[in-house]
């Protein structure tokens, strides 16, 4: 449990290769819609 100490209202500054994960799920992320995203069309459903 956090005690709302000093440390825990420090805003982190990141590094460039800080954000290198978020920017792959990024990637992924949008590759996903883009590869499904035509699929997706009235009637289709994820019934099985």
Known sequence: MMDGGADSRRIKIYDPEDFAPMR???R???????????HVVPGVTTDT
């Open 24 to 26: 792959d799920a990024g």
């Open 28 to 38: 992924l992320a949008a590759e996903t819609l883009d590869m499904i995203g035509p």
